[in-house]
């Protein structure tokens, strides 16, 4: 059973960083894909960077390219999300998911809600990027 724990998110200030986490059980990323994804209040959940179990190939949505950074540890068993100058804008709950269909390989079609391409999701951290 695929179980997704995110933390590390707060409240910073524009220009800062954070660094969320998203632990999988044992096992998971040996042949699971993890996808991190933000929901704003009054917004479509919305993907932000994925990192696929196949070959490690990585995906980042037009507006967090250049700030942030997904990696993995399959010894910690946990999936990274670096975010570097954080602005309002990025201000969500960040979840991560594992793709539904061929898990091996992140699900990239944006056609589709990701609450019917992703699933497993953890509860979500906030993160509030203000001055």
């Known amino acids: 059973q695929v179980r997704l724990v995110e933390s590390g998110g707060g409240s910073v200030q524009p220009g800062e960083s954070l660094r969320l986490s998203c632990e999988a059980s044992r096992s998971t990323l040996d042949y699971h894909s993890i996808g991190w994804f933000r929901q704003a209040p009054g917004k479509e959940r919305e993907g932000v960077s994925c990192?696929?179990?196949?070959?490690?190939?990585?995906y980042y949505a037009d507006s967090v390219k250049g700030r942030f950074t997904i990696s993995r540890d399959r010894d910690q068993s946990t999936v990274y999300l670096q975010m570097d100058n954080l602005g309002p804008e990025d201000t969500a709950v960040y979840y991560c998911?594992?793709?539904?269909?061929?898990?091996?390989?992140?699900?990239?079609?944006?056609?589709?809600?990701?609450?019917?391409?992703?699933?497993?999701w953890g509860r979500g951290t906030q993160v509030t990027v203000s001055s």
């Open positions: 990192i696929s179990a196949d070959d490690g190939s990585t």
């Open positions: 998911a594992t793709p539904v269909m061929n898990p091996e390989n992140c699900d990239t079609d944006t056609s589709r809600p990701a609450r019917y391409r992703y699933d497993f």
